[in-house]
């Protein structure tokens, strides 16, 4: 008990035990193995039917991840995964919730405190532990676990994790069109705060182009912020997916994992045609985007990441490549051009909802209206001729 009380006061760590391997086959293409590098099966059985159930290679990566710290916490209380209770996963979410997250220990030197508001931008950074999302998304992995061996008859009779029936009524039969129903979230699942999107203003991302080093982050800017696709989508753009006659390229879209065409503004073409005068053309079937420094490879979303970061520690900002695409939806959906439904077609959303978030306005971004309000001088009373003023005054008070 002593044990249990310590993980979820954030005072006792998880063993490290154990990791997640790209497995030998496709199904899974991940496996968890235990710290004798033993497959952990009740784990390969689950990542398999999700593998089998049309997920993506990258959704049954994050399934084991989330499934290895779950093993990890069994291990270390020493409980049978087809015997926990409740009770494991109160430790679980109370352990999640205290405990530092390992990968905020990759920001780099200078940068803000963790979950300060940076002032320039508006944004908060992370904070040091476990998002709520991240907590909520553990107990799901847990739960569809569970879910899928009920269902072949081992493991618990009832599901470790709790669950709303109010949740689940009124989520049966909602139509996409309709509002989000407000229920009651089930025992142990955390508060998440619904955040507009996060965009780049305009009196701020002059100061972030120019902070590009070359063609090459440059053109990609271009791309981003006008065409609206993810950051791994565009770094996978070949050299066969760009339609310069069209204006447009074609990308391999999160949701569908189709090639989908993206459309971009004549100034990013602009900007390719610069880069590669200057890089030279890759190879057919080679990916477009390729680093600088020695051997001619793919340019990989962490060294993308890493420019933006070395634009923010100038600017003093906290940009993300995400933010990127917010600005990109927020520019068409605010332009007065373009419909929601076209701005939805384009930005690939599954939801008309989603894109109506970015329609709203910003206080950074209309800091000069709130100066002229907050300048303006007092209003003067007047009144119509041909009264007294003592009758005035009488009447309303001198």
Known sequence: MELRHELMEGRAELPRVGAVFPARGVHPPYVVVNAYDDEVEPVTTYLRDLALNDCSDLTV???????????????????????????????????LRTAANPQRRRSVAGGGAAGAVNLRTGKQSLRAGYAPRTI?????????????HAHQGAGPVVNP???????????????????????????????????????????????????????????????????????????????????????????????????????ASPQAFVRLAHYLDEAGTPPRGEPLWRTRRGA????????????????????????????????AASRMANGGTLTPVEVQAIMRHANIQTTSRYLTARVEEIFDKLTEHYTAPKPQTTY???YAAE????????
């Open 61 to 95: 990566r994050s399934y084991g991840y989330g499934l290895l710290r779950w093993f990890r916490l069994l291990w270390l209380l020493g409980v049978p995964w087809e015997k926990a209770t409740e009770a494991e996963v109160a430790v679980l979410a109370g352990w």
């Open 136 to 148: 909520n998304h553990s107990l799901s992995v847990v739960s569809g676990f569970y879910e899928f």
């Open 161 to 263: 994790v709790p669950v709303s029936p109010q949740r689940r009524r009124a989520l049966a039969h909602r139509s996409p069109l309709e509002p989000y129903p407000v229920v009651g979230r089930a025992r142990l699942r955390q508060k998440v705060a619904d955040r507009p999107p996060r965009s780049v203003p305009d009196r701020l991302w002059d100061e972030l182009f120019e902070q590009m080093g070359c063609e090459r982050d440059r053109a990609l800017l271009e791309f981003y912020v006008s065409s609206g696709a993810r950051a791994v989508e565009l770094l996978g753009v070949g050299v066969d997916d760009v339609d310069w006659a069209g204006q447009r390229v074609y990308v391999i879209s999160k949701g569908t994992r189709e090639r989908e065409a993206v459309p």
């Open 296 to 327: 001619s490879r793919p340019l990989s979303y962490w060294a993308m990441r890493r420019v933006m970061q070395r634009a923010n520690e100038v600017l003093g900002t906290n940009w993300t490549l995400h933010d990127l695409r917010h600005t």
């Open 384 to 386: 119509p001729t041909g």
């Open 391 to 398: 009758d005035i005054k009488a009447v309303f008070g001198g």
